[in-house]
């Protein structure tokens, strides 16, 4: 009596778990300046809620996993500049809200905070990457549609804090037409 073989090749269950857990550790690469982003809003939201120092947030934030890869300097000018000038950034953002800032969540409120702050402070940064930054961390870190809340208002923000940057982008003779030549 003769055994019948399959004619599929034996594979090895070493090289596709291996394989697989390769695909998986394979995550998007974050740059110093995203990370840094990252550590400033969960340093922001333990400021907002847990009211705790700056002194305590930053040495408690900088010992956390992962903060060696973040640009520690965009990190510092962030989350500091966003404690000392809170009151000037809640200003900025109030007018563009549709509620009390009592009823934005902190993360939403962190977010906003920093967006502004990028907009005002950080003019290295073009004003389409703070929006898309922000809008992404909004997404990762905040409620089912926070990031929808914040595009709003950082979208109302840019042109006050980057009038002449913004103005330059959304000129007519700026705007590209679509790849199959048919107007937009």
């Keep these: 009596m003769t055994t019948s073989h399959s004619s599929q090749p034996n594979s090895h269950p070493a090289k ?3 394989a697989s857990t390769e695909a998986k550790s394979k995550a998007p690469v974050r740059s110093g300046r995203t990370r840094a982003r990252e550590f400033a ?5 333990q400021h907002l809620v847990g009211k705790n120092t ?12 992962g903060f060696s890869k973040a640009d520690a300097a965009h990190y510092d000018a962030l ?15 109030l007018p563009h809200l549709d509620r009390p800032l009592s009823e934005i969540s902190p993360v939403e409120h962190a977010v906003m905070w ?3 702050y990028e907009l ?5 940064v073009p004003w389409r990457v ?14 089912t549609d926070g990031h929808k809340y914040v595009n709003g208002v950082l979208n109302k923000l840019a042109p006050a804090l980057r009038a ?14 679509k790849a199959s030549g048919s107007p937009t």
Excluded at 41 to 45: C, N, P, R, V
Excluded at 120 to 124: A, F, G, P
Excluded at 130 to 143: D, H, M, P, S, T
Excluded at 164 to 177: F, G, I, L, Q, R
Aim: proline share 1%; charged share 25%; with cysteine.
């Design 16 to 18: 596709s778990a291996a």
């Design 130 to 143: 703070v929006l898309n930054e922000y809008i992404e961390q909004a997404k990762a870190f905040g409620g």
């Design 41 to 45: 809003i969960q340093a922001l939201y």
């Design 120 to 124: 005002e402070h950080c003019l290295d």
């Design 114 to 116: 920093l967006g502004a």
């Design 164 to 177: 002449a940057e913004v103005a330059h982008d959304k000129a007519p003779s700026n705007k590209h037409m």
């Design 54 to 65: 700056a002194a305590d947030i930053d040495v408690f934030t900088r010992d956390l996993q």
């Design 79 to 93: 989350f500091h500049g966003c404690v000392t000038q809170a009151d000037a950034l809640d200003q900025k953002i």
